[in-house]
């Protein structure tokens, strides 16, 4: 569904994704795993629209997306949900939700899409009046999934959702994006927690210094030295 072929990445001059190239099938969570600095969210960004690569191409569902406006790529069925979640702080629960589908497929549907957020996350609709800034940070990051899903997404691509939050509540998003691939959803996934989330994921990309090093099913990669050594700290 999605195929990054050998994307470069600049800021300015200072080069931040080299060649990289990565595939997404329907309904499968990829995840990727990297230090801090490696380059996840710039690929993230690239993907969907913020940034552009200087070269390389990027291709999702037979269509060519690089240099496609983020609005135009959410259109199409791509829905970023950022690192730090960008809620819109004195609007309410409902509003900011209702913000995820102002383009004009998910618009039409948004009562119906509401209906369906609120089932996944039946806490905001007992909050959907409270404004988001006065909501915990767990109450929050649901609030900005719920948003993400809004747009109608065939791909969802997460950047650390679970940062910052207690394990009881990172369990929760985790279950909930497991529901989401049953929905049929894909799931590109950057999460801190390499463990529990190679545990989840169905395969993995490994990115260091702005290169993917290695990449494969997410349980074998569980059991690799390198990554043993370098992420899970055994
Ligand atoms: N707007 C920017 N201008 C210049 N350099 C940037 C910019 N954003 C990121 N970088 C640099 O690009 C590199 C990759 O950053 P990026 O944010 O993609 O890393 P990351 O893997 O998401 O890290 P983290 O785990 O800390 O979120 C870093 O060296 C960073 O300093
Ligand atoms: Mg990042």
Redesign the pocket.
């Known amino acids: 569904m999605l195929e990054v072929t050998d994307i470069n990445t600049f ?2 001059s ?1 080069q ?1 994704l080299w060649r990289v190239s990565l595939t997404i099938d329907e309904a499968e969570i990829v995840a990727l795993v ?1 230090a ?7 690929l993230l960004n690239t993907i969907s629209g913020l940034l552009r690569p200087s070269s390389g191409r990027i291709e999702f569902c037979g269509k060519r997306i690089d240099g496609l406006k983020s609005h135009a790529i959410v259109e199409l069925g791509i829905s970023h949900i950022p ?1 730090g979640k960008r809620l819109f702080p004195d609007m309410s629960v409902r509003e900011n939700l209702e913000m995820g589908a102002y383009l004009q497929r998910a618009w039409k549907q948004r009562e119906e899409t509401l209906r369906e957020v609120y089932q996944l996350f039946p806490k905001l609709k007992s909050r959907q009046g409270q404004l988001a800034r006065t909501l915990s940070g767990g109450e929050q990051q649901m609030v900005a999934m719920g948003r993400g899903l809004m747009s109608k997404p065939r791909l969802c691509i997460v950047d ?1 959702p679970s940062s910052g939050l207690a394990p009881i509540v990172v369990d929760e998003i985790f279950r909930i994006i497991q529901g989401l691939r049953d929905q049929g959803i894909a799931i590109f996934l950057i999460e801190q927690n390499v463990q529990q989330t190679l545990e989840t994921a169905d395969r993995a990309y490994v990115l260091e210094n702005g290169r993917i090093v290695i990449a494969g099913d997410s349980r074998k990669l569980l059991q690799e030295e390198h990554i043993k050594k370098a992420y899970l700290g055994l």
Not at 36 to 42: D, E, F, L, M, Y
Request: hydrophobic fraction near 20%; glycine fraction near 28%; charge should be negative.
């Open positions: 800021y300015g200072i931040a990297g801090n600095g490696a380059g996840k969210t710039t690192e650390e």
